[in-house]
């Protein structure tokens, strides 16, 4: 009985939200849509907020302002999804690593590197208790605002993707240093890997305790990986997190998003058992209908032509729409929303999708 009314309410939430929708393998006349980074600086109401709260870490961890940032673009465009407004690598803060983020230069850590180092991490889930907060706020939020059709997302970095920041000590263009522990000592490396795992699956069922509905594991540089090296670091530790979130959450989907992965996609979709696909700008339309085939996708907007607006942005969006949408799809960028980007063209997509659907 009691499992029943747990049910209905479910497939209620399911009906009423375009997201949650599409992520169940429905195709839906009005396509869904959120854009990856839909906070942050192109907004003068974030950057206002993040003048007052002083550092992004300090805007980050605080529950009264994240959730008023992970509000700011719903209320201006009206998207089909919130996602929580943190970063990927509270993980590695977390886990005692010291983490920066200097203006003008991103993510600053100091960089692990040998067993030593590593052996030296201790998960402290305290300093992720705002981040939990923040989850339950927003969907409170989300209510007395009557956004009652708008999922929430929550997120973390792959297990790879944030090696990357932890080994490197922050942004890198070819990962040499994370990629030589990887060959040089694939058992070492491993245990690295492992730790993020096991501390991501912690992370992301907190999240869902707290109210998030969809959760998004972003693989930023799944790209920077040859054949064997994307089985071993990216699609086994995310069959890993999915397996056993399912089982614990088996309702809440997965959306992976293994960046610049080309036909490896196609590998990815196999065996990660995620719920849907994120697709970057760089695939192309006949592949990206492949992929629908085995499941729902999200994309793939190149964010440049965000920033660029105009007829070129009508162009793109409507090809991207027109090739996807007659299966589960979820309008979304290829990667973030550059900082330049003028608000208008964000409210010019907006309107293209919104007036797409009724065009049907
Ligand atoms: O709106 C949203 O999408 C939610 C918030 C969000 C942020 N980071 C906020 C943020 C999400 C989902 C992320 C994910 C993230 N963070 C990724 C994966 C997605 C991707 O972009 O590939 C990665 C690789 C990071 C690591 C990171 N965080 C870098 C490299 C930087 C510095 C570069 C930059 O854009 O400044 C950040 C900082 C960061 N995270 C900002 C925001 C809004 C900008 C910081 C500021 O306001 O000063």
């Not at 991207?320 to 973030?336: E, R, V, Y």
């Not at 999708?353 to 049907?360: E, P, S, T, V």
Request: aromatic share 10%.
């Amino acid at each position: 009985m009691m499992k029943n009314i747990v049910k209905n309410k479910q497939q209620e939430d399911r009906t009423n939200k375009p997201l949650l929708s599409a992520l169940h393998g429905e195709a839906i006349a009005r396509t869904p849509f959120w854009l990856m980074r839909q906070a942050g600086r192109y907004l003068p109401e974030y950057k206002e907020l993040r003048a007052k709260a002083g550092s992004f870490l300090d805007l980050a961890y605080n529950p009264d302002f994240a959730i008023e940032v992970t509000m700011q673009p719903l209320r201006r465009y009206g998207m089909d999804a919130a996602i929580l407004f943190s970063d990927i690598l509270v993980v590695p803060h977390a886990l005692g690593q010291n983490l920066e983020f200097v203006t003008g230069e991103g993510p600053k850590l100091n960089p692990i590197r040998d067993l030593d180092s590593l052996s030296k991490l201790k998960f402290n889930d305290e300093v992720l208790e705002p981040v939990y907060e923040a989850v339950a706020g927003i969907r409170q939020q989300m209510k007395a605002e009557n956004f009652h059709e708008t999922a929430l997302i929550g997120f973390a970095g792959a297990p790879w993707t944030v090696a990357t920041y932890m080994v490197e000590g922050g942004s890198s263009r070819d990962f040499s240093n994370t990629k030589k522990w990887a060959y040089s000592d694939p058992d070492g490396f491993a245990k690295l890997i492992d730790l993020i795992t096991n501390t991501t699956i912690h992370y992301l069922g907190r999240q869902i305790e707290a109210g998030a509905e969809v959760l998004q594991i972003f693989d930023s540089w799944a790209g920077a990986l040859d054949e064997d090296q994307f089985k071993r670091w990216v699609i086994e530790p995310t069959v890993k997190i999915v397996r056993e979130l399912n089982e614990k959450y088996p309702d809440i989907p997965i959306i992976g998003f293994p960046k610049g992965a080309g036909v490896l996609y196609q590998n990815y979709a196999n065996e990660t058992g995620v719920a849907a696909l994120g697709l970057d700008s760089g695939v192309p339309m006949d592949f990206a209908k492949t992929l629908q085939k085995a499941l729902p996708v999200q994309g793939n907007l190149d964010p440049v032509c965000l920033l660029t607006g105009g007829d070129a942005l009508k162009q793109s969006a409507e090809k991207i729409i027109n090739a996807l949408s007659d299966g589960p799809f979820i309008f979304n960028l290829g990667h973030g929303i550059i900082k330049e980007t003028p608000p208008e063209h964000v409210e010019q997509l907006a309107e293209i999708i919104r007036d797409y659907g009724q065009q049907l």
